[in-house]
């Protein structure tokens, strides 16, 4: 069973440039979640879709920050500006749907750096 | 609202020592427990869960942890380091309903760093 898929690994741009990270989840799982994972911490979640909807995009920040998973499947996060507080790592995860969420399953990560 | 507390960033042991990472929760309702493990340049890997079943949970790669409830506690032990065992461990918390259905709050984090 193939696992969560993330790209790009690695990505460095400058402030007040704009980035988008894909994830693909595993095949079949509904729910979809985007952490933000800074340096010395532990991760924080962004924004929870389940299906193509979000659930809870609480902690996501809008003004900047923005996601979409259209058809449910492939998930997509962008920063627009991005700000020198963005640089960490941005993992997707995956579970069954929303009664499994115990059963996360995380990609690599993308680790994100802005100069 | 939940949250988690990993008592101390870093923990040291020698190579066939006992491993202890403290973990403790705040939760106003029954949580569901995790730990997780990172290591270098990879995303996370469940090793165990607790959700209400019994207290004591058997992990992957020979990790347990106890719930106990009067602690609010769940650390995570193995009786004998290995040299694999080297990386950064979490622990989190789910709590079920309403929008936080499904939401994970983590730890800061442990790493942990074995010795020959």
């Known amino acids: 069973e193939a696992g969560v898929a993330q790209s790009p690994r690695y990505k460095i741009i400058e402030k007040r440039q704009s980035v988008a990270f894909w994830c693909n989840p595993i095949?079949?799982?509904?729910?979809l979640y985007w952490y933000q994972q800074i340096l010395g911490q532990g991760p924080k979640l962004l924004i929870q879709?389940?299906?193509?909807?979000?659930?809870?995009d609480s902690q996501l920040p809008k003004d900047r920050f923005s996601a979409e998973r259209l058809k449910g499947v492939d998930s997509t996060l962008k920063i627009q500006p991005a700000k020198l507080e963005d640089s960490a790592v941005y993992l997707c995860?995956?579970?069954?749907?929303?009664?499994?969420?115990?059963?996360?399953?995380f990609g690599p990560g993308t680790r994100l750096t802005v100069t | 609202a939940q949250s988690v507390t990993q008592l101390g960033s870093h923990v040291s042991v020698s190579e066939g020592a006992l491993v202890l990472l403290r973990c403790n929760y705040s939760s106003s309702v029954p949580p569901y427990l995790f730990w997780y493990v990172q290591y270098p340049n990879q995303g996370l890997q469940l090793l165990l869960k607790?959700?209400?079943?019994?207290?004591l949970v058997k992990g992957i790669n020979g990790f347990e942890a106890e719930f106990k409830k009067s602690e609010t506690s769940f650390h995570l032990t193995k009786p004998s380091a290995h040299m694999s065992d080297a990386a950064e461990y979490f622990c989190a918390v789910s709590v079920g309903g309403g929008t936080s259905y499904g939401k994970l709050t983590f730890g800061q984090g442990t790493i942990l760093t074995v010795h020959p």
């Open positions: 095949s079949g799982h509904a729910t």
């Open positions: 607790y959700t209400s079943a019994a207290t």
């Open positions: 879709f389940q299906n193509n909807g979000v659930v809870d």
């Open positions: 995860a995956s579970s069954l749907d929303r009664r499994q969420s115990y059963e996360q399953y």
